[in-house]
């Protein structure tokens, strides 16, 4: 316990609580980028994660959004809102590479 009267774990959670809307927006930008992405592109046509990651990451920054835009995806497939292929075959989860389309 702090002078204050907080513990570590009072810490844990405030901190928590104020970085949570930060993360949140930036789980927002990271689908609306790749959502645009997609709508920019042919009907049926897909986009590497990477693209995303490019599109939102400082330059040659990418690999470290990739948990971001991993995670975006997850949360679409979810929704139903988007499907994964690699190389023409339809994939059920995201796993190794993939493609991403709207569904």
Excluded: F
């Excluded at 980028?33 to 990418?62: F, H, K, M, Q, Y």
């Excluded at 809102?81 to 993939?98: E, T």
């Amino acid at each position: 316990m702090d002078a204050a009267g907080q513990t570590r774990s009072d810490d844990v959670q405030d901190c928590k609580r104020r970085t949570r809307p930060a993360a949140q927006t930036v789980m927002r930008s990271v689908r609306e980028t790749l959502l645009a992405l997609l709508a920019n592109r042919a009907a049926g046509a897909t986009i590497c994660p990477s693209e995303v990651a490019r599109a939102i990451a400082p330059a040659g920054e990418w690999r470290d959004a990739m948990p971001l835009v991993h995670a975006a995806v997850d949360r679409l497939l979810a929704e139903q809102a988007v499907h994964l292929s690699w190389k023409g075959q339809p994939m059920a989860d995201r796993a190794g590479p993939y493609r991403i389309a709207l569904r």
